[in-house]
Protein backbone atom coordinates (compact mmCIF):
# COMPACT_ATOMS: atom_id res chain seq x y z
CA UNK A 1 0.00 0.00 0.00
CA UNK A 2 1.26 3.62 -0.92
CA UNK A 3 1.70 5.77 1.93
CA UNK A 4 -0.78 9.30 1.36
CA UNK A 5 1.99 11.51 1.15
CA UNK A 6 0.65 15.82 2.16
CA UNK A 7 1.83 17.95 -0.43
CA UNK A 8 4.73 20.30 0.50
CA UNK A 9 3.55 23.50 2.18
CA UNK A 10 5.92 26.93 1.26
CA UNK A 11 7.36 27.83 4.22
CA UNK A 12 7.45 31.60 4.19
CA UNK A 13 10.66 33.61 4.02
CA UNK A 14 11.52 35.88 7.20
CA UNK A 15 13.62 39.38 7.00
CA UNK A 16 14.18 41.91 9.89
CA UNK A 17 12.71 44.90 9.68
CA UNK A 18 14.80 48.01 8.96
CA UNK A 19 13.30 50.56 10.90
CA UNK A 20 11.84 48.32 14.29
CA UNK A 21 14.20 45.12 14.15
CA UNK A 22 10.86 42.93 13.89
CA UNK A 23 10.03 40.23 11.71
CA UNK A 24 8.92 40.81 8.60
CA UNK A 25 7.45 37.26 6.24
CA UNK A 26 7.10 36.98 2.68
CA UNK A 27 5.25 34.87 1.10
CA UNK A 28 4.70 36.03 -2.44
CA UNK A 29 7.57 33.62 -3.83
CA UNK A 30 8.92 37.11 -5.21
CA UNK A 31 6.26 38.92 -7.00
CA UNK A 32 5.83 41.30 -4.10
CA UNK A 33 6.94 44.92 -4.84
CA UNK A 34 6.11 46.03 -1.03
CA UNK A 35 5.29 44.60 2.54
CA UNK A 36 4.56 46.04 5.10
CA UNK A 37 6.14 45.09 8.78
CA UNK A 38 3.23 43.35 11.37
CA UNK A 39 5.05 45.45 13.85
CA UNK A 40 5.74 49.42 13.40
CA UNK A 41 3.27 49.12 9.68
CA UNK A 42 6.24 50.69 8.06
CA UNK A 43 5.83 50.09 4.26
CA UNK A 44 9.57 48.19 2.79
CA UNK A 45 10.78 47.97 -0.76
CA UNK A 46 10.01 43.68 -1.78
CA UNK A 47 11.64 44.13 -4.80
CA UNK A 48 15.14 43.22 -3.17
CA UNK A 49 16.78 41.95 -0.11
CA UNK A 50 17.70 44.99 1.42
CA UNK A 51 13.94 45.91 2.22
CA UNK A 52 14.65 49.73 1.88
CA UNK A 53 12.01 51.62 3.89
CA UNK A 54 9.41 53.65 1.48
CA UNK A 55 6.89 55.27 3.66
CA UNK A 56 7.46 55.24 7.39
CA UNK A 57 4.16 55.84 9.35
CA UNK A 58 4.96 58.37 11.65
CA UNK A 59 1.37 58.75 13.59
CA UNK A 60 0.24 55.26 14.05
CA UNK A 61 -2.23 54.35 11.99
CA UNK A 62 -5.56 53.38 13.76
CA UNK A 63 -4.56 49.74 13.21
CA UNK A 64 -7.40 47.05 11.84
CA UNK A 65 -7.32 43.70 12.07
CA UNK A 66 -7.73 41.45 9.30
CA UNK A 67 -11.14 38.90 9.77
CA UNK A 68 -8.76 36.61 7.77
CA UNK A 69 -5.55 36.11 9.24
CA UNK A 70 -2.81 36.64 7.07
CA UNK A 71 -1.14 33.68 6.13
CA UNK A 72 -4.73 31.39 6.00
CA UNK A 73 -5.40 29.67 3.12
CA UNK A 74 -8.54 28.61 1.60
CA UNK A 75 -10.29 27.09 -1.40
CA UNK A 76 -12.20 28.45 -3.57
CA UNK A 77 -12.84 29.13 -7.07
CA UNK A 78 -10.97 26.44 -7.96
CA UNK A 79 -7.35 27.15 -6.15
CA UNK A 80 -6.07 27.10 -3.02
CA UNK A 81 -5.60 30.85 -1.87
CA UNK A 82 -3.30 32.40 0.85
CA UNK A 83 -4.16 36.03 2.18
CA UNK A 84 -0.89 37.79 2.30
CA UNK A 85 -2.21 41.38 2.03
CA UNK A 86 -4.71 43.45 3.43
CA UNK A 87 -5.57 46.87 3.07
CA UNK A 88 -8.41 49.39 3.65
CA UNK A 89 -9.44 51.69 1.24
CA UNK A 90 -12.09 55.20 1.48
CA UNK A 91 -14.17 57.47 -0.43
CA UNK A 92 -15.50 60.22 1.01
CA UNK A 93 -18.76 61.10 0.01
CA UNK A 94 -20.57 64.23 0.93
CA UNK A 95 -18.47 64.46 4.33
CA UNK A 96 -19.67 60.68 4.74
CA UNK A 97 -16.86 58.23 5.02
CA UNK A 98 -17.18 54.97 3.29
CA UNK A 99 -14.55 52.25 4.09
CA UNK A 100 -13.96 48.87 2.68
CA UNK A 101 -11.32 45.97 3.07
CA UNK A 102 -9.19 44.39 0.72
CA UNK A 103 -7.74 41.00 0.89
CA UNK A 104 -5.23 40.20 -1.59
CA UNK A 105 -5.29 36.66 -2.07
CA UNK A 106 -1.95 34.83 -3.66
CA UNK A 107 -1.60 31.20 -5.67
CA UNK A 108 1.62 30.56 -7.15
CA UNK A 109 0.24 28.85 -10.21
CA UNK A 110 -2.70 31.12 -10.94
CA UNK A 111 -1.39 34.64 -9.39
CA UNK A 112 -3.16 37.07 -7.72
CA UNK A 113 -7.07 37.73 -6.62
CA UNK A 114 -9.24 39.59 -4.56
CA UNK A 115 -11.62 39.39 -1.47
CA UNK A 116 -13.48 43.15 -1.22
CA UNK A 117 -15.57 43.15 2.11
CA UNK A 118 -17.71 45.79 3.21
CA UNK A 119 -20.55 45.92 5.46
CA UNK A 120 -20.88 41.91 5.69
CA UNK A 121 -21.06 41.93 1.35
CA UNK A 122 -17.68 40.20 0.10
CA UNK A 123 -16.55 39.79 -3.45
CA UNK A 124 -13.93 37.22 -4.44
CA UNK A 125 -12.23 39.50 -7.50
CA UNK A 126 -10.00 38.34 -10.62
CA UNK A 127 -8.24 41.32 -12.26
CA UNK A 128 -8.63 41.13 -16.03
CA UNK A 129 -6.79 41.37 -18.74
CA UNK A 130 -9.35 42.17 -21.42
CA UNK A 131 -10.16 45.93 -21.36
CA UNK A 132 -14.15 45.91 -21.43
CA UNK A 133 -15.52 47.86 -24.53
CA UNK A 134 -16.27 51.26 -24.58
CA UNK A 135 -15.08 52.25 -21.14
CA UNK A 136 -15.36 55.59 -20.45
CA UNK A 137 -13.06 57.04 -17.88
CA UNK A 138 -15.88 59.38 -17.09
CA UNK A 139 -17.48 56.27 -16.16
CA UNK A 140 -21.48 57.27 -16.27
CA UNK A 141 -22.15 54.89 -19.83
CA UNK A 142 -22.34 50.97 -19.40
CA UNK A 143 -19.55 48.76 -20.25
CA UNK A 144 -19.68 45.57 -21.93
CA UNK A 145 -17.28 42.99 -21.05
CA UNK A 146 -18.02 38.93 -21.64
CA UNK A 147 -20.93 39.52 -23.61
CA UNK A 148 -22.78 41.29 -20.45
CA UNK A 149 -24.04 44.82 -19.91
CA UNK A 150 -22.42 47.00 -17.08
CA UNK A 151 -24.40 50.03 -15.75
CA UNK A 152 -22.41 52.27 -13.73
CA UNK A 153 -22.99 52.66 -10.17
CA UNK A 154 -20.90 55.19 -8.52
CA UNK A 155 -17.51 56.49 -9.05
CA UNK A 156 -15.22 58.46 -6.69
CA UNK A 157 -11.52 58.61 -5.29
CA UNK A 158 -10.29 56.05 -3.14
CA UNK A 159 -7.48 56.93 -0.76
CA UNK A 160 -5.58 53.89 1.15
CA UNK A 161 -6.04 53.86 4.59
CA UNK A 162 -4.42 50.87 6.19
CA UNK A 163 -2.00 48.27 4.22
CA UNK A 164 -0.26 45.03 6.06
CA UNK A 165 1.20 42.03 4.36
CA UNK A 166 2.19 41.90 0.56
CA UNK A 167 1.64 43.29 -2.44
CA UNK A 168 2.52 43.14 -6.01
CA UNK A 169 2.52 47.16 -6.55
CA UNK A 170 4.14 49.84 -4.79
CA UNK A 171 1.13 50.36 -1.97
CA UNK A 172 1.12 53.13 0.33
CA UNK A 173 -0.58 54.64 2.77
CA UNK A 174 -2.89 58.15 1.31
CA UNK A 175 -2.36 56.37 -2.16
CA UNK A 176 -5.41 57.74 -4.11
CA UNK A 177 -7.17 56.32 -7.44
CA UNK A 178 -10.51 57.32 -9.33
CA UNK A 179 -12.56 53.95 -8.93
CA UNK A 180 -15.98 53.08 -10.74
CA UNK A 181 -17.95 50.35 -10.13
CA UNK A 182 -20.27 48.61 -13.47
CA UNK A 183 -22.58 46.81 -12.05
CA UNK A 184 -24.51 43.53 -13.53
CA UNK A 185 -25.49 40.97 -10.08
CA UNK A 186 -23.65 38.73 -9.64
CA UNK A 187 -20.72 40.77 -11.13
CA UNK A 188 -19.18 44.19 -10.43
CA UNK A 189 -16.75 45.81 -12.93
CA UNK A 190 -14.55 48.02 -11.35
CA UNK A 191 -12.18 50.52 -13.03
CA UNK A 192 -9.28 52.15 -11.13
CA UNK A 193 -7.56 54.87 -12.76
CA UNK A 194 -4.63 56.49 -12.30
CA UNK A 195 -2.37 59.04 -14.21
CA UNK A 196 -0.63 56.38 -15.29
CA UNK A 197 -2.84 53.28 -16.14
CA UNK A 198 -6.39 52.05 -15.76
CA UNK A 199 -6.77 48.69 -14.10
CA UNK A 200 -10.26 46.82 -14.72
CA UNK A 201 -11.22 43.69 -12.35
CA UNK A 202 -14.18 41.74 -12.27
CA UNK A 203 -15.91 40.83 -8.60
CA UNK A 204 -18.14 38.00 -8.07
CA UNK A 205 -20.94 38.30 -5.02
CA UNK A 206 -19.84 35.69 -2.83
CA UNK A 207 -22.10 35.50 0.78
CA UNK A 208 -20.00 35.71 4.02
CA UNK A 209 -20.73 31.78 4.90
CA UNK A 210 -18.90 30.82 2.19
CA UNK A 211 -15.84 32.76 2.73
CA UNK A 212 -15.41 31.34 6.19
CA UNK A 213 -16.07 28.04 5.43
CA UNK A 214 -13.64 28.38 2.58
CA UNK A 215 -10.94 29.91 4.85
CA UNK A 216 -11.77 27.80 7.92
CA UNK A 217 -12.46 31.03 10.03
CA UNK A 218 -13.64 30.73 13.59
CA UNK A 219 -17.15 31.46 14.32
CA UNK A 220 -19.51 32.82 11.49
CA UNK A 221 -19.30 35.60 8.97
CA UNK A 222 -20.68 39.01 10.22
CA UNK A 223 -24.08 39.32 8.98
CA UNK A 224 -24.44 41.17 5.95
CA UNK A 225 -26.38 44.87 6.04
CA UNK A 226 -28.31 46.63 3.64
CA UNK A 227 -27.97 45.61 -0.24
CA UNK A 228 -24.49 45.82 -1.77
CA UNK A 229 -24.10 47.18 -5.42
CA UNK A 230 -23.55 43.57 -6.89
CA UNK A 231 -26.04 41.48 -4.20
CA UNK A 232 -27.96 38.83 -6.19
CA UNK A 233 -32.01 39.97 -5.57
CA UNK A 234 -33.48 36.85 -4.04
CA UNK A 235 -35.91 37.01 -6.27
CA UNK A 236 -34.87 39.05 -9.37
CA UNK A 237 -34.97 36.49 -11.64
CA UNK A 238 -37.60 34.69 -10.49
CA UNK A 239 -40.13 37.53 -11.43
CA UNK A 240 -40.27 37.00 -15.11
CA UNK A 241 -41.25 32.80 -13.95
CA UNK A 242 -43.76 33.92 -11.49
CA UNK A 243 -45.66 35.92 -14.12
CA UNK A 244 -45.09 33.06 -16.83
CA UNK A 245 -46.65 30.98 -14.08
CA UNK A 246 -49.33 33.83 -13.60
CA UNK A 247 -50.43 33.80 -17.65
CA UNK A 248 -50.41 29.66 -17.42
CA UNK A 249 -52.99 30.15 -14.57
CA UNK A 250 -54.84 32.56 -15.88
CA UNK A 251 -55.08 30.37 -18.75
CA UNK A 252 -56.61 27.37 -17.14
CA UNK A 253 -59.25 29.60 -15.39
CA UNK A 254 -60.13 31.00 -19.21
CA UNK A 255 -60.45 27.79 -20.19
CA UNK A 256 -62.40 26.86 -17.50
CA UNK A 257 -64.65 30.03 -17.61
CA UNK A 258 -65.27 28.76 -21.15
CA UNK A 259 -66.12 25.48 -20.49
CA UNK A 260 -68.79 26.43 -18.43
CA UNK A 261 -69.70 29.05 -20.67
CA UNK A 262 -70.28 26.08 -22.99
CA UNK A 263 -71.44 23.53 -20.94
CA UNK A 264 -74.12 25.52 -18.81
CA UNK A 265 -77.38 24.70 -19.48
CA UNK A 266 -78.70 28.24 -19.54
CA UNK A 267 -81.98 26.47 -19.87
CA UNK A 268 -84.99 29.06 -20.07
CA UNK A 269 -87.22 27.88 -17.87
CA UNK A 270 -89.89 30.09 -17.85
CA UNK A 271 -90.63 33.46 -20.09
CA UNK A 272 -93.91 35.95 -20.00
CA UNK A 273 -94.95 39.47 -20.66
CA UNK A 274 -97.27 41.83 -18.36
CA UNK A 275 -97.78 45.11 -17.89
CA UNK A 276 -98.09 47.40 -14.65
CA UNK A 277 -99.84 50.71 -13.97
CA UNK A 278 -99.64 52.49 -10.95
CA UNK A 279 -102.93 53.43 -11.25
CA UNK A 280 -104.95 50.11 -11.54
CA UNK A 281 -107.03 49.37 -9.16
CA UNK A 282 -106.51 45.87 -7.04
CA UNK A 283 -104.13 43.74 -5.87
CA UNK A 284 -100.66 44.39 -8.01
CA UNK A 285 -99.09 41.49 -6.97
CA UNK A 286 -99.40 37.66 -8.48
CA UNK A 287 -97.79 34.63 -9.16
CA UNK A 288 -96.65 32.83 -12.44
CA UNK A 289 -97.60 30.04 -13.34
CA UNK A 290 -95.59 26.61 -12.36
CA UNK A 291 -92.10 25.72 -13.87
CA UNK A 292 -89.78 22.58 -13.14
CA UNK A 293 -86.18 22.96 -12.29
CA UNK A 294 -84.30 19.75 -13.03
CA UNK A 295 -80.48 18.27 -12.94
CA UNK A 296 -77.96 19.26 -9.81
CA UNK A 297 -78.85 22.08 -7.68
CA UNK A 298 -77.87 25.16 -9.85
CA UNK A 299 -78.04 29.13 -10.31
CA UNK A 300 -81.49 30.52 -11.80
CA UNK A 301 -81.66 33.52 -13.60
CA UNK A 302 -84.33 36.66 -13.10
CA UNK A 303 -84.51 38.78 -15.86
CA UNK A 304 -87.00 41.71 -16.19
CA UNK A 305 -86.70 43.78 -19.63
CA UNK A 306 -88.92 46.43 -18.92
CA UNK A 307 -90.27 49.54 -21.09
CA UNK A 308 -89.23 52.38 -18.64
CA UNK A 309 -88.65 55.98 -19.54
CA UNK A 310 -87.51 58.58 -17.00
CA UNK A 311 -89.00 56.79 -14.10
CA UNK A 312 -88.53 54.02 -11.61
CA UNK A 313 -90.06 50.53 -10.84
CA UNK A 314 -89.42 48.17 -7.91
CA UNK A 315 -90.05 44.29 -8.48
CA UNK A 316 -90.21 42.16 -4.96
CA UNK A 317 -90.15 38.70 -5.76
CA UNK A 318 -90.39 35.54 -4.12
CA UNK A 319 -89.61 32.00 -6.08
CA UNK A 320 -91.49 29.52 -3.71
CA UNK A 321 -91.25 25.58 -4.06
CA UNK A 322 -94.50 24.73 -4.55
CA UNK A 323 -93.74 20.97 -2.80
CA UNK A 324 -91.23 21.97 0.04
CA UNK A 325 -92.72 25.42 1.13
CA UNK A 326 -89.40 27.17 1.25
CA UNK A 327 -89.35 30.51 -0.49
CA UNK A 328 -86.20 32.71 -1.99
CA UNK A 329 -87.09 36.60 -1.27
CA UNK A 330 -85.46 38.80 -3.27
CA UNK A 331 -86.13 42.07 -5.08
CA UNK A 332 -84.97 44.39 -8.02
CA UNK A 333 -84.81 48.25 -8.55
CA UNK A 334 -85.13 49.22 -12.08
CA UNK A 335 -84.84 52.81 -13.07
CA UNK A 336 -83.82 54.48 -16.29
CA UNK A 337 -83.89 58.32 -16.53
CA UNK A 338 -82.24 60.82 -19.44
CA UNK A 339 -82.10 63.93 -20.66
CA UNK A 340 -80.22 66.55 -21.93
CA UNK A 341 -78.51 69.37 -20.02
CA UNK A 342 -75.66 72.09 -20.28
CA UNK A 343 -73.54 69.40 -19.76
CA UNK A 344 -75.51 67.73 -23.13
CA UNK A 345 -77.93 64.27 -22.92
CA UNK A 346 -77.27 62.29 -20.08
CA UNK A 347 -78.84 59.16 -19.25
CA UNK A 348 -78.94 56.71 -16.01
CA UNK A 349 -79.61 53.66 -14.84
CA UNK A 350 -80.93 50.61 -17.27
CA UNK A 351 -84.53 49.29 -18.18
CA UNK A 352 -83.12 45.92 -17.47
CA UNK A 353 -81.88 44.31 -14.15
CA UNK A 354 -81.15 40.75 -13.45
CA UNK A 355 -80.53 38.52 -10.26
CA UNK A 356 -78.84 35.47 -9.69
CA UNK A 357 -80.11 33.22 -7.33
CA UNK A 358 -77.86 30.72 -5.61
CA UNK A 359 -77.59 26.93 -5.99
CA UNK A 360 -81.71 26.50 -6.54
CA UNK A 361 -82.57 22.87 -6.18
CA UNK A 362 -84.29 20.64 -8.44
CA UNK A 363 -88.43 20.85 -8.21
CA UNK A 364 -91.98 22.43 -8.86
CA UNK A 365 -91.37 26.76 -8.79
CA UNK A 366 -93.50 29.05 -9.26
CA UNK A 367 -92.72 33.49 -8.79
CA UNK A 368 -94.72 35.88 -7.35
CA UNK A 369 -94.37 39.00 -8.34
CA UNK A 370 -95.14 42.40 -6.78
CA UNK A 371 -94.20 45.36 -9.04
CA UNK A 372 -94.16 49.22 -7.55
CA UNK A 373 -93.85 52.39 -8.78
CA UNK A 374 -94.84 56.28 -7.90
CA UNK A 375 -96.77 56.65 -11.27
CA UNK A 376 -96.82 55.75 -14.53
CA UNK A 377 -97.04 52.54 -16.42
CA UNK A 378 -94.64 49.71 -17.93
CA UNK A 379 -94.52 46.65 -19.57
CA UNK A 380 -92.25 44.38 -18.77
CA UNK A 381 -90.93 40.53 -19.34
CA UNK A 382 -89.91 38.10 -17.18
CA UNK A 383 -87.36 35.24 -18.15
CA UNK A 384 -85.77 32.42 -15.84
CA UNK A 385 -83.04 30.47 -16.73
CA UNK A 386 -81.39 28.04 -14.80
CA UNK A 387 -77.96 26.72 -14.71
CA UNK A 388 -76.24 29.88 -15.43
CA UNK A 389 -73.01 30.94 -15.03
CA UNK A 390 -71.94 33.30 -12.75
CA UNK A 391 -68.57 34.73 -13.96
CA UNK A 392 -68.15 36.91 -10.40
CA UNK A 393 -65.94 33.49 -9.33
CA UNK A 394 -64.05 34.18 -12.76
CA UNK A 395 -63.11 37.18 -12.06
CA UNK A 396 -62.69 37.39 -8.38
CA UNK A 397 -60.20 34.27 -8.73
CA UNK A 398 -58.10 35.86 -11.43
CA UNK A 399 -57.88 39.03 -8.96
CA UNK A 400 -56.63 36.12 -6.41
CA UNK A 401 -54.33 34.63 -8.71
CA UNK A 402 -52.81 38.15 -9.43
CA UNK A 403 -51.79 39.12 -5.85
CA UNK A 404 -48.69 36.90 -5.62
CA UNK A 405 -46.81 37.76 -8.71
CA UNK A 406 -47.53 41.64 -8.08
CA UNK A 407 -46.52 41.18 -4.10
CA UNK A 408 -43.42 39.66 -5.99
CA UNK A 409 -42.51 42.33 -8.59
CA UNK A 410 -43.03 44.86 -5.62
CA UNK A 411 -40.80 43.26 -3.45
CA UNK A 412 -38.15 42.96 -6.49
CA UNK A 413 -38.38 46.14 -7.03
CA UNK A 414 -37.84 47.09 -3.65
CA UNK A 415 -34.78 45.58 -3.59
CA UNK A 416 -33.27 46.88 -6.71
CA UNK A 417 -34.21 50.56 -5.30
CA UNK A 418 -32.35 49.84 -2.21
CA UNK A 419 -29.49 49.01 -4.27
CA UNK A 420 -30.01 52.10 -6.86
CA UNK A 421 -30.18 54.52 -3.98
CA UNK A 422 -26.85 53.99 -2.87
CA UNK A 423 -25.42 54.67 -6.39
CA UNK A 424 -24.38 57.96 -7.55
CA UNK A 425 -27.82 57.19 -9.85
CA UNK A 426 -30.68 57.12 -7.33
CA UNK A 427 -34.19 55.93 -8.50
CA UNK A 428 -35.40 58.45 -5.88
CA UNK A 429 -33.97 62.21 -4.97
CA UNK A 430 -34.05 62.40 -1.35
CA UNK A 431 -33.87 66.31 -0.54
CA UNK A 432 -31.16 67.00 2.33
CA UNK A 433 -33.37 70.39 3.06
CA UNK A 434 -33.40 69.73 6.98
CA UNK A 435 -35.66 72.82 7.29
CA UNK A 436 -33.36 75.07 8.81
CA UNK A 437 -33.79 78.05 6.62
CA UNK B 1 -42.56 24.22 -11.55
CA UNK B 2 -40.23 26.97 -9.67
CA UNK B 3 -43.45 28.07 -7.47
CA UNK B 4 -44.13 25.12 -5.65
CA UNK B 5 -46.25 27.52 -3.10
CA UNK B 6 -47.86 29.36 -5.67
CA UNK B 7 -49.00 26.47 -7.91
CA UNK B 8 -50.62 24.59 -4.40
CA UNK B 9 -52.68 28.22 -4.33
CA UNK B 10 -53.66 28.28 -7.46
CA UNK B 11 -54.66 24.71 -7.65
CA UNK B 12 -56.58 25.77 -4.78
CA UNK B 13 -58.48 29.01 -6.23
CA UNK B 14 -58.77 27.13 -9.62
CA UNK B 15 -60.74 23.71 -7.37
CA UNK B 16 -62.52 26.43 -5.67
CA UNK B 17 -64.05 28.41 -8.24
CA UNK B 18 -64.49 25.11 -10.50
CA UNK B 19 -66.82 23.83 -7.35
CA UNK B 20 -68.52 27.37 -6.68
CA UNK B 21 -69.35 27.46 -10.53
CA UNK B 22 -70.60 23.66 -10.34
CA UNK B 23 -72.84 24.10 -7.54
CA UNK B 24 -74.23 27.46 -8.67
CA UNK B 25 -73.15 29.66 -6.23
CA UNK B 26 -73.16 33.40 -5.92
CA UNK B 27 -72.10 36.03 -3.48
CA UNK B 28 -75.45 37.14 -3.03
CA UNK B 29 -77.39 35.63 -0.29
CA UNK B 30 -81.33 36.38 -0.77
CA UNK B 31 -83.41 35.68 1.94
CA UNK B 32 -84.69 31.87 2.46
CA UNK B 33 -88.34 32.15 3.86
CA UNK B 34 -89.41 28.15 5.15
CA UNK B 35 -93.14 26.85 5.24
CA UNK B 36 -94.84 29.80 2.70
CA UNK B 37 -98.12 28.24 2.77
CA UNK B 38 -100.12 27.34 0.15
CA UNK B 39 -102.52 29.95 -0.10
CA UNK B 40 -99.92 32.47 -1.05
CA UNK B 41 -100.91 30.94 -4.94
CA UNK B 42 -104.48 31.92 -4.60
CA UNK B 43 -104.06 34.71 -2.83
CA UNK B 44 -100.41 36.49 -3.28
CA UNK B 45 -101.22 39.23 -1.83
CA UNK B 46 -101.17 37.73 1.70
CA UNK B 47 -97.49 37.12 1.40
CA UNK B 48 -95.16 39.18 3.23
CA UNK B 49 -91.72 39.87 1.65
CA UNK B 50 -88.91 39.70 4.05
CA UNK B 51 -86.68 42.65 2.67
CA UNK B 52 -83.19 43.57 2.85
CA UNK B 53 -81.97 41.50 0.02
CA UNK B 54 -81.29 44.62 -2.21
CA UNK B 55 -81.50 48.22 -1.16
CA UNK B 56 -84.18 50.31 -2.76
CA UNK B 57 -83.01 53.33 -4.64
CA UNK B 58 -84.76 55.79 -6.70
CA UNK B 59 -82.45 57.23 -9.18
CA UNK B 60 -82.59 60.27 -11.82
CA UNK B 61 -80.28 63.18 -12.13
Known amino acids: MTPHVEPPVAKPHALACPNCGGPVERRGFGYSMTVVCPGCLTVLDASTPLLQVLQKIEAEQSRRTPMIPLGSRGNMSGGTWEAIGFQTRAVVEDGETFEWEEYLLFNPYKG ?135 ALMLALLLGLAIAFAIFSRKETVFRSSYAFSSSQQGEPSFVTGDFDLTGRPASLEVAVNTSLDNNWTYFNFALVNEDTGQAYDFGREVSYYHGADSDGSWDEGSRDSSVLIPAVAPGKYYLRVEPEMDSGALTYDLTLRHDVPNYTWFWLAAGLLLIPPVLYTIRARSFETQRWMNSDHPPIRVSSNDGDD | MRFPGYLIYSMLLLTGTTWAEFRGWTLDRPNQVNNVPKTVRDNPGAYRAVYGFYPRYVGGK
Open chain 1, 112 to 246: FRYLTQYDGHWNFVTPLEAMPQSPNQRGLFPVFYDGLVYKHFSGGQATTTFVLGEFPWRVRVGEQVVAHDYVNPPWVLSSEITKDEIAWSRGEYVPGSAIWKAFQLPGSAPAARGVYLNQPSPMGHKVGGMWANF
